[in-house]
């Protein structure tokens, strides 16, 4: 008796499946800073894929067409500069907690998000992107999925779930409803598109 291998079709393997990913590493990566690389992989067919079918899992499916795109890596870099790190008296479109949210200053928030990345022993360097910026905020939900997944017990998991939410429902959901406001204002191509399936996740896993 032989077997046989099915091979995935073009577009199976272009479209990664999501229960393989940790979205919260995949919007950390669109967010941070330009590369060429990073360029290629936002406008190419895999991420477009992608893109749409988290859309299809989305109650809040924000259309991908939508998104438009850089004529070149240079547009992209100077847009990307101009809207999230440089400006007067600070950038249109600041990644950052503290820019965005007057439930505290500045420095509460700051080191009300310190704590809980002390829960899991992390420590951010700063040297990339400060404590309350997206991606740092997105890869301390990727480290607490991670460890969640690898628990040995489910009271664990339960406890670092609960820590998930509670860290999205009071800093990044409290903030980036604003950022949204400022980006489509600006109305770039792809940013607006990327932040609102961010936050569309993010209210989804809440």
């Known amino acids: 008796m032989t077997t046989k291998i099915l091979k995935p079709n073009r577009r199976e393997r272009v479209a990664p499946l999501l229960p ?3 979205l919260y590493r995949v919007f950390a990566a669109c967010f941070s800073h330009p590369t060429t690389e990073r360029f290629v992989w936002l406008f190419g067919r895999a991420f477009r894929a992608l893109l749409k079918k988290l859309g299809q899992h989305l109650e809040d499916r924000p259309p991908v067409q939508a998104m438009g795109r850089f004529l ?3 547009s992209y870099e100077s847009a990307y500069i101009a ?3 440089v400006g007067v008296p600070q950038a249109p479109v600041p990644l950052l907690e503290s820019a965005n949210s007057h439930r505290q200053v500045p420095q509460e928030i700051i080191l009300e998000c310190v704590n809980f990345y002390d829960v899991l022993g992390l420590r951010p360097s700063g040297s990339v992107f400060p ?4 991606v740092t905020q997105l890869e301390f939900l990727a480290a607490a999925r991670y460890l969640r ?3 040995n017990d489910s009271s664990k998991a339960a406890s670092l779930r609960r820590l998930e939410r509670d860290f999205m429902n009071r800093h990044l959901l409290n903030w980036l409803p604003v950022a949204q406001e400022k980006l489509d204002k600006a109305n770039p191509p792809l940013f607006p598109m990327l932040l609102r399936s961010l936050t569309a996740y993010l209210k989804q896993e809440s």
């Not at 404590?131 to 997206?134: A, E, G, R, T, Y």
């Open 20 to 22: 393989e990913l940790d």
């Open 72 to 74: 070149d890596y240079s």
């Open 83 to 85: 809207l999230f790190e």
């Open 131 to 134: 404590s309350d910026h997206l």
């Open 149 to 151: 997944e690898q628990a």
